[in-house]
C-alpha cells in the first residue's frame, strides 16, 4: 500500500515532555510539509522541505523542530516551548514544483 | 502574502439543491488554485485544480481573477457530498506552499 504514512494515530503526553510524530512516504516526493489543524483554524504550516537536509519555518514554527535525513521521512517534533500542542496534526508531501499535496491520516496529540 | 478567505464554516443544503461553496484569496501573482476535501474518518485529498479545468464527483470551480475568487459549484448535492471543504492557492512556480483557507463543513441534508 503506497502512500503516506503517520504514527501514531493517537498520542498522550505531560506537559514538559517533548515528543515525535512520524511520518514516512513511499511517493518519491522530493516535499513534505506538517501542517495542524484546529478547529475553526484550518490548515496552518508549521515546517516543510523541499529536499533533503533542507526545511523552512511555516507560519506557526516557534515551538516545533523537524529534520528531513532521508527523502522518505519527515519527523516532527513538538517540544516542551509549543504553548498549546494539543491538536491534530497532518503531514503532506508532493512532487517539487507540484501544487497538489497526498496527506497521511494524522496524528492527534493530546497533552495534559 | 497571500491570503485566503472562506467566508461560510457552516452550510447546509438538502439533497438536489444546488450548492456553491465560496473562496475568495488575495494575492498580486498569478496564483493555483485548489479545493480539498475532507470525508468524515477519511484523509484530506485534492478534489480538483483550476488548471485541470475538469469537474470532478459533479464539483466545478472556476478561478475568476477579477474578482479574486474560486467558488466551488455543483448543480445537483448529494448527501455524500457532506465534508469539510479547504480552499487553498499556491503562489506557483519553485514556490509549492499551499495556504489554506479555514474551511466550510457541508452538510446536505436528506
Known amino acids: 500500500d503506497g502512500g503516506i504514512t503517520q504514527s501514531p494515530k493517537y498520542l498522550f503526553r505531560k506537559e514538559g515532555q517533548n515528543v515525535t510524530l512520524s511520518c514516512e512516504q513511499n511517493?518519491?516526493?522530493?516535499?513534505m510539509y506538517w501542517y495542524r489543524q484546529d478547529p475553526g483554524q484550518g490548515l496552518r504550516l508549521i515546517y516543510y522541505?523541499?529536499?533533503?537536509?533542507?526545511?523552512q519555518k511555516g507560519d506557526i514554527a516557534e515551538g516545533y523542530s523537524v529534520s528531513r535525513e532521508k527523502k522518505e521521512s519527515f519527523p516532527l517534533t513538538v517540544t516542551s516551548a509549543q504553548k498549546n500542542p494539543t491538536a491534530f496534526y497532518l503531514c503532506?508531501?508532493?512532487?517539487?514544483?507540484?501544487?497538489?499535496?497526498?496527506f497521511g491520516p494524522g496524528t492527534r496529540l493530546t497533552v495534559t | 502574502a497571500q491570503r485566503v478567505t472562506q467566508p461560510e464554516k457552516l452550510l447546509s443544503v438538502f439533497k438536489g439543491a444546488p450548492v456553491e461553496l465560496k473562496c475568495n484569496y488575495s494575492?498580486?501573482?498569478?496564483?493555483?488554485l485548489f479545493w480539498y476535501v475532507q470525508y468524515s474518518r477519511q484523509r484530506l485529498q485534492l478534489l480538483l485544480r483550476?488548471?485541470s479545468r475538469e469537474s470532478i464527483k459533479g464539483f466545478t470551480a472556476d478561478l475568476n481573477k477579477g474578482e479574486t475568487s474560486f467558488h466551488l459549484k455543483k448543480p445537483f448535492a448529494q448527501e455524500e457530498d457532506s465534508a469539510m471543504y479547504y480552499c487553498?492557492?499556491?503562489?506557483?512556480?519553485?514556490?509549492?506552499?499551499?495556504?489554506f483557507g479555514k474551511g466550510t463543513l457541508l452538510t446536505v441534508n436528506p
Open positions: 487553498a492557492l499556491s503562489r506557483g512556480g519553485s514556490n509549492y506552499k499551499l495556504t
Open positions: 503532506a508531501s508532493s512532487r517539487a514544483e507540484v501544487g497538489e499535496q497526498y
Open positions: 483550476h488548471i
Open positions: 494575492y498580486s501573482g498569478s496564483p493555483e
Open positions: 511517493l518519491n516526493h522530493d516535499a
Open positions: 522541505s523541499q529536499i533533503v537536509n533542507d526545511f
